[in-house]
Antibody, heavy 116, light 107 residues
Framework: EVQLLESGGDLVQPGGSLRLSCAAS????????MTWVRQAPGKGLEWVSG????????FYADSVRGRFTISRDNSKNMLYLQMNSLRAEDTAVYYC?????????WGQGTRVTVSS | EIVMTQSPATLSVSPGDRATLSCRAS??????LAWYQQKPGQAPRLLIY???TRATGIPARFSGSGSETEFTLTISSLQSEDFAVYYC?????????FGGGTRVEIK
């Protein structure tokens, strides 16, 4: 059974940084692309970033490019999202999901609040 | 960026009735279109990918159709557990984009 467990969400001030983690199990992690999707309070889904399994190529939404960095540690079955220069509009629940194009399995999310 | 537009925003349906949800892309996404269901307080669940292929474990009452710019998700006979928000998402081009969602509520 695929399991994805996000962590690292917190209350942070504007301009601050956070690192989200996603612990994956139940599948061959190195073979799968992975994705971060977020959902602001009361809003719809927004794709944030993806990373291929094969060559770790990375892709970003324009809204986060240059501020967020996605990475993975295949030896630990871990996915990360380093978030810098956080803004109020980054406030959301952040989900990790399997695959890089459409998203098969999802974690339960971790909440990030950017506020002073 | 490909803009995905879903309609209607809210659909009121009686249990047992058919629900038809629409999704339009601002340019062709060929068949690179997925549908998700999300219930309050839960993560989204993949229903359909490739515009018409049901994901593992998805009941046959869910079906997807369409190509290029016009897509439809049909729920043939709504069950109580189907009342939720539904999102379409294109994966034909970066950045990947979602529609704004259709809420299916009990009539």
């Amino acid at each position: 059974e695929v399991q994805l467990l996000e962590s690292g969400g917190d209350l942070v001030q504007p301009g601050g940084s956070l690192r989200l983690s996603c612990a994956a199990s139940g599948f061959t992690f190195v073979s799968y692309g992975m994705t971060w999707v977020r959902q602001a309070p009361g809003k719809g889904l927004e794709w944030v970033s993806g990373i291929f399994g094969s060559d770790s190529s990375t892709f970003y939404a324009d809204s986060v490019r240059g501020r967020f960095t996605i990475s993975r540690d295949n030896s630990k079955n871990m996915l990360y999202l380093q978030m810098n220069s956080l803004r109020a509009e980054d406030t959301a629940v952040y989900y990790c999901a399997t695959r890089q194009f459409y998203f098969d399995d999802w974690g339960q999310g971790t909440r990030v609040t950017v506020s002073s | 960026e490909i803009v995905m537009t879903q309609s209607p925003a809210t659909l009121s349906v009686s249990p047992g009735d058919r629900a038809t949800l629409s999704c339009r892309a601002s340019q062709s996404v060929t068949s690179n279109l997925a549908w998700y269901q999300q219930k309050p307080g839960q993560a989204p669940r993949l229903l359909i990918y490739g515009a018409s292929t049901r994901a593992t474990g998805i009941p046959a009452r869910f079906s997807g159709s369409g190509s290029e710019t016009e897509f439809t998700l049909t729920i043939s006979s709504l069950q109580s557990e189907d009342f939720a928000v539904y999102y379409c998402q294109q994966y034909n081009d970066w950045p990947l984009t979602f529609g704004g969602g259709t809420r299916v509520e009990i009539k």
